[in-house]
Structures are given as C-alpha cells and as structure tokens.
C-alpha cells in the first residue's frame, strides 16, 4: 500500500484520470447541493488520492481494523475531499450518497460526522480541532503499544501505526493549533504526519489580508520535521505528485519527530476563472465555470457524476491490498495472542470497553465525620482504581496539584529526555502533561478516545472549561467516554477572586447536550460518581469538584450515597415522610441545606432535602422515580447552589426560589464569601419561608435575605 523507494514510483494514466474525475465529483456534488465547499477537493485530488491508495494502511471492507492507520481531515469544511476516497476505495457510499450531499438524512453531510458515516474517523468542521484529534490519536496509539506490547523493536509491532491529518489555512490560524503542535513536537510523535494545505485562501479570498507568518519555520520552531512541495515553482502550475510521495515517504521514516508537509496548491485547480479565489472556496462555480472545468479536464460537460468503470476499478483495487494488509496483521495478531494471552485478554476487554470484574472492590470507602474536598477525594479514587484500569489515564494543564489528577506512583506520559525530578517518566507513562493548554487538551482528549481503547480524563479549574467548550461540545456530539476534571468549583475556590471563580459555569455546560454535569456532595458521592462515569462509554462526563474541604456524611443518618448514580435522591427526609418544603442542592451547598432542614424542622416545617449531583443523571430516571423524589404535590422547593440559578425554574417551580449568585464573586477565604454572599442555612430557611407562603403554606414568612 505504500511506495517503496524513489524509484519504483509510478503515476498511471488510470490515476491521472481517478484524479479528473476526483474534481468532476466534486463541482457536480455541490452544484447538486446548492451549498458546499468544492475548492479544496478539486485541489487537494491528487493528494488525498495518493494517500488514500498508495499511503494509508486501511481496508475498506473493516473500516474498524485496530491495525488500520487514522485519517483526518481537520479541514473538515471540505469534506468531499473525504467523501469521494471513501466512495472511491470502496467504504460503501455510493454515488447516491455524493448526490445527496448535505441533505436531509444522508451519509454526505457538510461536514465528516463520527459514527454516522463509514470511515469518518472524527467529526471536523470547527477549525483546528481536528488537528488537535490527530494529536490525541497518536498518543493513544503509543500509550496502547505501552500497554500491549512494549518491548517489541520500533516499528515492528503490531499495535505501530501511522496517524495522517490534512489541515488547512483555517486551521493553522486558529490557536488551538499552536497548543496541539507544540505538545505533538514535545511527546516526539513520529507516528504523525500533517499535510499542510497551502493554498492562500479562505472565505475572504487571499490570506493575506490576516497570514503573514512563515508556517513552515514557526513549526521548525516546534521541532517538528518539516518539508515544503510546492506546484507553483517559477509561476507555473505544476501537480508533481511524484515530489509529495517522497516527502510522505520522509515523513513516515521519520520516527523521532511528527512530520509537517507544507504543500502549496491553488484552490479550484483547475477552474478557469474561479480557481485561486474565496469564491471557489465556499461556494458552488455555477453552471457554465464546471463546464469550462469539465472542458479543460477533458470530459463530457454535459454529464455529471460520471466515473468510467475502469476508474473505478482501479481505485477499487485498494480493497484487496488492504485485506491482504489486514490479513497478515491477523496472522501476527494471533501469534501475539497465543504468546501473551493475558495481554490478549486485556486487550480484547479494553477494546471492548468493559470494565474488569469486581473492579469496583478497589473504590474507597470515606470515613464519615471526616473533612475532604471532592478533589482530594477524587484524587484518591484515581490512585485506587488505577491498578486494575490500565485503559484509564490522564493529567491536567499543568494543575496536578491543585486537580489532583495524578494517580500516585504512575509514571509520566514524556520522553525520557524531557522528564523531570518531580516527573519521571517514559515514553509509555500514565501521567499526562497538557501544560497550560486546554484547548489543545480537549481536543487531544478526543482523539486519545476517538482512537479507540484507552479512556481519557483532563483536569483544570472549572473556570477554564471555557477555553475546553468547543472540544467538549464535540465529545458530547460524537458520544465519547471522556471525563473532565474540573475543581475549584465555585466561589468557594476562595481568594483567587471573580477571576477564577466559576458563576455561569455549570448551567453553561448543562446547556450541552450529551454532557454529564457532576457535582457531587461529599467524598462518598463522589466515589459513586466516578464509578457511574466510568460505567458508561457513550458520552463524556465532567466532575466539578471543591478545593474546599466538606464534611463526610454520616450515612446511617442520611441515606446512602448510592443515590448518586441517579443523579438526584433523597438525601434526607422530612421527619414525617410528608415534606411540606423540599430543598434541592448541589456540591458544597448540600451541607448547608442539610443545615437549613434542622432548623426548618425545628421550626415544625417537615423537610425533605435532595441531593441533586447530576441533573442529566436524574431527568433519564423514569417519572415514577423523578416524581417520588420531587413529588408535584409539593410546591414549595428551593434550589441551592453557589452560581446562576437559570435552570432551576425547572425543577423549583412557580412557587420556587434559588439560592444563587447572579454576580460575579469576590477575592476573600470562602467562608466569608458564603457568609456575605447569603450561602447560608438561614438564607435557605428564608428561602423556604418565601416558597411556602407562596404555596399556601405558613404565615407571613421572613425576609430572603441577600
């Protein structure tokens, strides 16, 4: 599937005209849309060809094969560029399927979806994330050969395989380029290999107006290894394909550094009068310029979607080299197997993402009356869990010690020549070090999972899962099993200030659909949060976790913690079993409902208090349960918890208060801010006074307070 040397490269008539046709597609497929984006394919033809028939291990027929190399195409705007391979190796979309591209229901739509269609190894289209996902893939890839087969020479095991990524102008100006390249040129990633579109337009024609930097020598800076192929040479246009086959034969025998090929195309190529401009970018050439096109290419311009059947079984022949690729893989695989069957066991559970038996054994159990924040709690399940969860590693941007992220006495992700006396580490460690860069982070978090096998988590403060959002919307889009760790929950971080402390943050990111939002109350609930994150494998999760200490539970008192794996419980209940008042926390601010329930009881006002951990958890109960934790009946509710109170309505009703902060917060230690924040149980019995009267229960009330 790959060329051999310089020499023996060959360049066919037959590929000459896949190549024609490859642009022909791709005019005829967004003239039929109406919308789309046609530049690029046409240009990019003969590279996406080459790769996909003479580069990437892959066959078509197993579009799952662990021993396939990945493609990505972080361009994802162009997405026929990925489309017509698919169609023309044979991954079953057919010429209905380019017919109907972006439409209602079809296997083409605008941009790559993961899961949807076959081949799509990650949903593109946000610029730059894409890139970000290739970095991921080959780091899980090295971790799983750490896992699985260690000490086999390099680029001799079976588990050696080559992630290639096509990204474009607009993937390089966006940031989360630079935080992913970076880290790729620091991990020493010579499994990866970006081919670096250059073709000076974007949206608003020439580049120019916003690109001045020298790409190539800003990712020499990196340390990646670099090569420029450039078809324009002495102003003329010129496809050498022969010249970027030898480079991506450098870049493959380039094992100690991720490679880079800057290839300088022109957009549109080659459309007489719409090529090298943004209107070729995004948008259909009309009906007379693809005649022109078709004319130039010599085909029929009076048909459209033509592909000769000679073309077609040329490119098909892809097919049988990848199954005889595939098939002396399985011949090793299974002498692999035989040799290290507990591996082999290993390896088939992971890859199916089931969690080891009586795994949960290793959980700790938290004392109760103790004092420890749900980080440091969460930090101790990690170090417990670790042993017997090989697939199951992570790190933070550079907040280890304040995340607690590190699983105690696991080495570091990190070429030995980079590892520190804090961080020891190998090339095969658990630890990873994202640095200060979560928005690299989420995106590499994707493609570590993505990648298939090993579950990945990432941690920062809560604050900064803005700078995530866009990789987690993803992870929640293309329903990956990623778990974000984000501690320092809330104004009680404490004395950083409104800078650092997350106000809008948790509605924000219940907004998403598909995330699992987790606050958990205690160190108990946050073991069975753990446990209920990693029990699922269709969708990610974020823990958000208190710097502040909480008291443990007591248990026999309260109802148990197990509870949490539904999101929302009884936690305590009101003395007669008849609540008049129902309060809702979440986090830290349970304890001070669990306050307010003794003064309201006290009082004579039966109280129910709920423990509301994860509100997705809880709305996926059926109504019976969601309706004997929060009975209709009872009208009188109040919300408790340290942010904006939008989406409490919800759950407290028209006769409902919330406790909330609707500011932003202050630079004091946290009992303080609480205090004068009105985080208190008296705030909450106010509260509960207020919701009362206004269900027709109680007297005149009291004030509400802050």
Not at 105 to 118: A, K, L, M, V
Not at 417 to 423: A, G, Y
Not at 514 to 523: E, K, T
């Amino acid at each position: 599937m790959s060329t051999h040397s310089d020499n023996s490269f060959e360049w066919t008539d037959l590929d000459r005209r896949a190549v024609d046709v490859i642009r022909a597609l791709a005019m005829d497929a967004v003239e039929e849309a109406g919308s789309g984006h046609p530049g690029t394919a046409m240009s990019l033809a003969p590279a996406a060809y080459l790769l996909f028939q003479r580069f990437l291990r892959h066959d078509p027929t197993d579009p799952r094969w662990p021993g396939r190399d990945r493609f990505v195409l972080s361009a994802g705007h162009s997405s026929l560029t990925l489309y017509i391979q698919l169609f023309l190796s044979g991954y079953g979309l057919s010429l209905d399927d380019l017919k109907a591209l972006r439409k209602w229901g079809s296997q083409t739509p605008g941009h790559p979806e993961y899961g949807h269609t076959r081949g799509v190894e990650t949903t593109t289209g946000p610029l730059g994330q894409g890139l970000g996902n290739a970095v991921g893939m080959a780091m899980a890839a090295r971790r799983e050969r750490g896992i699985f087969d260690p000490d086999t020479a390099p680029g001799k095991s079976l588990f050696d395989h080559y992630i290639w990524a096509i990204a474009s102008d607009g993937d390089i100006e966006e940031g989360i380029s630079h935080e992913a390249s970076a880290l790729a040129a620091h991990q020493r990633l010579g499994n990866l290999t970006v081919i670096y579109d250059d073709n000076h337009i974007s949206i608003e024609d020439d580049t120019a107006i916003a690109l001045s930097e020298d790409v190539d020598a800003r990712y020499r800076a990196y340390g990646w290894h670099v090569q420029r192929v450039d078809w324009t040479t002495d102003g003329d246009y010129h496809e050498n394909v022969e010249a970027l086959a030898q480079a991506m034969e450098a870049a493959k025998a380039e094992t100690d550094r991720p490679s880079f090929i800057a290839l300088r195309t022109i957009i549109g190529w080659p459309a007489p009068n719409k090529k090298n401009t943004g209107k070729a970018h995004g948008a259909a050439l009309g009906e007379e310029e693809v005649a022109a096109t078709k004319r130039i290419l010599g085909l029929d311009p009076n048909v459209s979607f033509d592909v000769p059947k000679d073309v077609l079984a040329h490119s098909r022949e892809v097919i049988t080299r990848g199954r005889a690729l595939h098939a002396e893989w399985d011949q090793k695989f299974q002498a692999w197997r035989a040799a290290n069957p507990e591996r082999a066991a290993e390896f088939d559970r992971i890859s199916a993402r089931r969690l080891p038996d009586s795994w949960t054994a290793k959980l700790p159990e938290f004392e109760a009356g103790k004092q420890i924040a749900t980080r440091g709690a969460s930090g101790e399940i990690l170090t417990a869990i670790g042993p017997v969860l090989p697939e199951l590693w992570g790190g933070s941007a550079d907040l280890a010690e304040s995340n607690l992220t590190t699983m105690k006495g696991e080495p570091s992700f990190i070429p030995e020549e980079f590892q520190t006396k804090d961080w020891p580490g190998n090339r095969y460690g658990r630890t990873l070090h994202f640095g200060i860069r979560e928005h690299g982070m989420g995106a590499i978090l994707n493609g570590i999972a993505l990648h298939g096998g090993t579950r990945p988590y990432g941690g920062t403060f809560l604050v900064f899962s803005d700078y995530m959002r866009p990789a987690v919307r993803l992870a929640a889009l293309m329903k990956l099993p990623v778990t974000y760790v984000w501690t320092h929950d809330s104004i009680g971080l404490g004395e950083d200030g409104p800078t650092h402390q997350p106000v809008e943050h948790l509605w924000a990111l219940r907004a998403i659909p598909g995330l699992d939002v987790v606050r958990p109350g205690d160190a108990n609930e946050t073991v069975v949060a753990w446990r209920t994150i990693l029990e699922h494998t269709d969708r990610p999760a974020g823990l958000c976790l208190t710097r502040q200490k909480l008291p443990v539970f007591d248990r026999g008192e309260l109802a148990s913690a197990e509870g949490t794996a539904k999101g929302g419980y009884i936690l305590a209940e009101a003395s007669d079993h008849q609540p008049h008042v129902i309060l809702i926390a979440t986090g830290s601010e349970v304890e001070i409902a669990v306050e307010a329930r003794e003064i309201l009881e006290a009082k004579g006002t039966p109280t129910r208090v709920v423990s509301m951990p994860c509100v997705e958890w809880f709305l996926s109960q059926d109504e019976a349960y969601r309706n004997h934790v929060l009975p209709p009946s009872v009208r009188a509710r109040v919300s408790v918890e340290a942010g904006i109170g939008l989406g409490w309505r919800a759950f407290v009703g028209d006769c409902g208060e919330s406790v909330s902060l609707e500011h932003f917060g202050a630079s004091s230690d946290y009992k303080t801010l609480f205090q004068q924040f009105g985080f208190t149980a008296d705030r909450v019995v106010a509260a509960a006074g207020s919701s009362l009267i206004k269900a027709g229960i109680g007297g005149r009330g009291e004030t509400t307070g802050n």
